[in-house]
């Protein structure tokens, strides 16, 4: 049952929802992400970062894509508004995200699939491609 409260839309916390607040705080500790949105009102199954080196640097979002799935990890860049198209998110801009880091965003959409137990593969395997893209810049 979804909820409409003060126009905000409340999704009831599931399985999902859960695994998604446990994979974003495991990636949010990797130096160089944030999030993108709010925190808490969010699609429960979803994560939008944004995706720099260490030291700051935009890592390209879709180079980033290539390379997850080189180890059986599939996400999107961009917003799924965009993600077809070759040009800039719009609800990105909209959410006032630089423009200079819209290209650096990676979309990872969860399903009740996933258990805990893949969090370390995912989290270390964004880490290390992370790493790597960054030092073929």
């Not at 944004?50 to 640097?57: G, L």
């Not at 894509?65 to 998110?89: H, M, Q």
């Not at 650096?104 to 969090?119: K, P, V």
Request: positive net charge.
């Amino acid at each position: 049952n979804i909820k409409i409260i003060d126009k905000q839309v409340q999704f009831p916390s599931t399985k999902t929802s859960s695994l998604t607040r446990t994979l974003l705080s495991h990636l949010l500790n990797i130096k160089g992400i944030s999030l993108t949105g709010h925190p808490e009102n969010r699609l429960p199954n979803l994560i939008s970062l944004i995706v720099c080196s260490k030291n700051n640097i935009p890592i390209s979002g879709r180079m980033l894509v290539r390379e997850l799935s080189n180890y059986g990890i599939f996400v999107s860049s961009g917003s799924a508004c965009s993600s077809a198209k070759n040009n800039s998110s719009t609800v990105l801009e909209a959410i006032n995200i630089d423009k200079n880091l819209i290209k650096s965003s990676l979309r990872i959409s969860l399903g009740s699939w996933l258990t805990e137990l893949d969090f370390d593969y995912i989290t270390n395997t964004i880490s290390n491609t992370i790493e790597k893209i960054a030092l073929i810049k």
